[in-house]
T-cell receptor, first 111, second 115 residues
Framework: DQQVKQNSPSLSVQEGRISILNCDYT??????FLWYKKYPAEGPTFLIS?????DKNEDGRFTVFLNKSAKHLSLHIVPSQPGDSAVYFC??????????FGTGTRLKVLA | DVKVTQSSRYLVKRTGEKVFLECVQD?????MFWYRQDPGLGLRLIYF???????EKGDIPEGYSVSREKKERFSLILESASTNQTSMYLC??????????????FGSGTRLTVV
């Protein structure tokens, strides 16, 4: 049972435009969410997080939105750059040290 | 900077071999994890450990075992490698309890090919 889902395996966006990556979850006990970015042949690196007490968190070009009623979060990248091309994973936890990861979305930013 | 170091970036092993994947972290983290990453399946937890000599099965432990004799080192063992264990293996570590803002710190991964 996939508790964290990323339904779009891939996304292509023109440089300079907005990239929107989506993530849905089923467990209402999840209270903390993260996005990781992964380049080929490297480990995932932390990108941005959000607590369930917030509905938005912003860090430079990256913004994460959380809609608790819909059990949905999204990552917005504005403007998108070619260096943003990577696989993005969302992850969620319910107050423990164990995170549940989504299946990932491969973003390709076209120059 | 927290560092999680995986001993090999690329490995090629034969079917039936016993394979050891090593992971070392230098930030005194209590928790350590082994994941495998496969296309379309994301990151799947194999085993994790929250203390020396303590381990718990993750979602896909079959065919694997682990060893944690020292706090900084967590080893993944493929008892008898099979071709369906060809994958990218990722080690991660974190503090005990809530992980704060950053979740896990991952190593660079080991790309294992079993032939």
């Amino acid at each position: 049972d996939q508790q964290v889902k990323q339904n779009s395996p891939s996304l292509s966006v023109q440089e300079g435009r907005i990239s929107i990556l989506n993530c849905d979850y089923t467990n209402s006990m999840f209270d903390y969410f993260l996005w990781y970015k992964k380049y080929p042949a490297e480990g995932p690196t932390f990108l941005i997080s959000i607590s369930s007490i917030k509905d938005k968190n912003e860090d430079g070009r990256f913004t994460v939105f959380l809609n608790k009623s819909a059990k949905h979060l999204s990552l917005h990248i504005v403007p998108s750059q070619p260096g943003d091309s990577a696989v993005y994973f969302c992850a969620a936890t319910s107050g423990t040290y164990k995170y549940i990861f989504g299946t990932g979305t491969r973003l390709k930013v076209l120059a | 900077d927290v560092k999680v170091t995986q001993s090999s970036r690329y490995l090629v092993k034969r079917t039936g071999e016993k394979v050891f994947l090593e992971c070392v972290q230098d930030m005194d983290h209590e928790n350590m994890f082994w994941y495998r990453q496969d296309p379309g399946l994301g990151l799947r937890l194999i085993y994790f450990s929250y203390d020396v000599k303590m381990k718990e099965k993750g979602d896909i432990p079959e065919g694997y075992s682990v060893s944690r004799e020292k706090k900084e080192r967590f080893s993944l063992i493929l008892e008898s490698a099979s071709t369906n264990q060809t994958s990218m293996y990722l080690c991660a570590s974190s503090l005990l309890g809530r992980t704060g803002d950053y979740g896990y710190t991952f190593g660079s991964g080991t790309r294992l090919t079993v032939v």
